[in-house]
Structures are given as structure tokens and as C-alpha cells.
Antibody
Framework: EVQLVQSGAEVKKPGESLRISCKGS????????INWVRQMPGKGLEWMGR????????NYSPSFQGHVTISADKSISTAYLQWSSLKASDTAMYYC???????????WGQGTLVTVSS | QSVLTQPPSASGTPGQRVTISCSGS????????VNWYQQLPGTAPKLLIY???QRPSGVPDRFSGSKSGTSASLAISGLQSEDEADYYC????????????FGGGTKLTVL
């Protein structure tokens, strides 16, 4: 059974850096792409980007390119989403989701709530 | 403003059949397959339909998907109270370097 377990909720101040994680289990981690999806409070889903864990190839949504970095460490079956300087507008729930049945988000993690407030 | 267009709300009574539409363009739905997701309140989204009309294991056959041209639809038959949720469509968009795009979501209310 494919499982994606994300790191816990974070509370940060504007300007701080942050890295959240997504650990895959129950499958070969390098077989499925990992996508990251943002959901701002009370809003819909927004695709941020994805990574192929087998070679760390990434592509980003134009809306998020340059604002976040997606990476992966296949030796520990973990993908990451990181910010170098957070803003209040980064406050949101962040989901990782692997491919599986088809391309795009299929199996979802439980989400990581990021709150950025001074 | 989402790239894919969904109605913000839909409703139905138990046992009824409801449909949710998703409109796109030639660069997304017109040339790629569509996924549908269900998000129950306070939970992570769940894949409901993939490749336009395929159901992952465990998804009841009350849920079905279709696609025609640059539009897609999700149909739910035999509506149940537990179907009350937000529903999202998504497709790969070939423009620029390519990206997944979502609809704005449809809140389904079971009356």
C-alpha cells in the first residue's frame, strides 16, 4: 500500500526559511513522481511542481518557479519542499502526492500546515 | 482565476444523480486526460477518477467520469450524504513548460 507521510505543522516568522518533508513507503520510491500542491485557507488546490526521485528532475508551475525548491533524497525515500524566505502569504496547507494509477497527483499525504505570522 | 472552470456549487437529494462539469482548453483537457478528486471536510484530497473515466480500486461505481473535446464531467449516481464534499478536476497543461492545472472546485451539498 502506497503511503506518504508528511512532517508536522510549522509556525514561522516572515523571512525565515523552512523545509517540509514527505516520506514514501509501500512502493519503490523512484517509480513514482512526487507532486506538491498548495491549498490556502478556504481556497482550492494549486499545483506547485513535481520531482522525479530517480534523477531529481523537477518542473515547476510558473506561479511558483523561483519561490520554492523541490528536492528528494531517494536513499531515504523522502521528498522536500523548501522556502528560503517565507512570507505571510505562504500560510497554507501543503500536500505531497505521488503518481501511481496515472500521471499527476494520485496518492496523497496527510498535509502539512504552514503558518507564517509575525 | 483557475485555468479549468467548474461551477462553485452543486446540490442534490439522496438517491439523485448529479453531474459536475469542468471546462478547459485545447492545451489541457483537449489534449490530455482528466483526473477528478474528492476532498471531504478537513481531509486530504483523494483520487476519484483518473484517465477521464477510470476508477481506482475501492471507489464505488456510483462515480463515473467522461470527457468530450475540451470539457469533462463527473457524475455521481445514487447520491449519499457522505458524498458531501469538494470536488476538483485536473489535467496536464501543455503550455509553457507544462504544468498540472486544477479547477476551482465544486462544493457538493446533499440536501
Amino acid at each position: 500500500e502506497v503511503q506518504l507521510v508528511q512532517s508536522g505543522a510549522e509556525v514561522k516568522k516572515p523571512g525565515e526559511s523552512l523545509r517540509i518533508s514527505c516520506k514514501g513507503s509501500g512502493y519503490s520510491f523512484t517509480s513514482y513522481w512526487i507532486n506538491w500542491v498548495r491549498q490556502m485557507p478556504g481556497k482550492g488546490l494549486e499545483w506547485m511542481g513535481r520531482i522525479d526521485p530517480s534523477d531529481s528532475y523537477t518542473n515547476y508551475s510558473p506561479s511558483f518557479q523561483g519561490h520554492v525548491t523541490i528536492s528528494a533524497d531517494k536513499s531515504i525515500s523522502t521528498a522536500y519542499l523548501q522556502w528560503s524566505s517565507l512570507k505571510a502569504s505562504d500560510t497554507a496547507m501543503y500536500y505531497c502526492a505521488s503518481t501511481g494509477y496515472s500521471s499527476g497527483p494520485n496518492y496523497w499525504g496527510q498535509g502539512t500546515l504552514v503558518t507564517v505570522s509575525s | 482565476q483557475s485555468v479549468l472552470t467548474q461551477p462553485p456549487s452543486a446540490s442534490g437529494t439522496p438517491g439523485q444523480r448529479v453531474t459536475i462539469s469542468c471546462s478547459g482548453s485545447s492545451s489541457n483537457i483537449g489534449s490530455n486526460t482528466v483526473n477528478w478528486y474528492q476532498q471531504l471536510p478537513g481531509t486530504a484530497p483523494k483520487l476519484l477518477i483518473y484517465s477521464n473515466n477510470q476508477r481506482p480500486s475501492g471507489v464505488p461505481d456510483r462515480f463515473s467520469g467522461s470527457k468530450s473535446g475540451t470539457s469533462a464531467s463527473l457524475a455521481i449516481s445514487g447520491l449519499q450524504s457522505e458524498d458531501e464534499a469538494d470536488y476538483y478536476c485536473a489535467a496536464w497543461d501543455d503550455s509553457l513548460n507544462g504544468s498540472w492545472v486544477f479547477g476551482g472546485g465544486t462544493k457538493l451539498t446533499v440536501l
